[in-house]
């Protein structure tokens, strides 16, 4: 039977809300089905405009993509400088 949970963690002041949580990184998370990671923020309560892309396995991608069960994922919060938002692709080059 396939692991129906996912593990979070928080960077930057993201990681703070996880500490006044008292929540451990990594968080593990019931996650039974495929959903959008848009559904992960609303689940943990976190504003979601505290939290501009997330890590799914390690790539960055936005709120509308979907988390596996099984799958690692980071919440990432805007603000992360100019040219590493593109190298992480948080945005297309032009």
Same mark, same amino acid.
């Given at each position: 039977?396939?692991?129906?949970?996912?593990?979070?963690?928080?960077?930057?002041?993201?990681?703070? *809300? =996880?500490?006044?949580?008292?929540?451990?990184?990594?968080?593990? @998370?019931a996650? #039974?089905?495929?959903?959008? /990671?848009?559904?992960l923020?609303?689940?943990?309560?976190?504003?979601?405009?505290?939290?501009?892309a *997330? =890590?799914?396995?390690?790539?960055?991608?936005?709120?509308?993509? @979907?988390?596996n #069960?099984?799958?690692?994922? /980071?919440?990432?919060?805007?603000?992360?400088?100019g040219?590493?938002?593109?190298?992480?692709?948080? *945005?297309?080059?032009?």
């Amino acid at each position: 039977m396939a692991d129906k949970t996912i593990e979070v963690r928080a960077f930057s002041f993201l990681h703070k *809300v =996880f500490d006044e949580r008292r929540w451990p990184q990594p968080l593990p @998370v019931a996650w #039974p089905e495929a959903a959008p /990671a848009a559904r992960l923020v609303e689940k943990l309560k976190i504003n979601p405009r505290e939290v501009e892309a *997330v =890590f799914i396995n390690g790539v960055a991608r936005h709120l509308e993509d @979907v988390i596996n #069960p099984g799958d690692r994922v /980071a919440l990432v919060p805007p603000g992360t400088p100019g040219p590493y938002r593109v190298l992480l692709g948080l *945005v297309k080059k032009a």
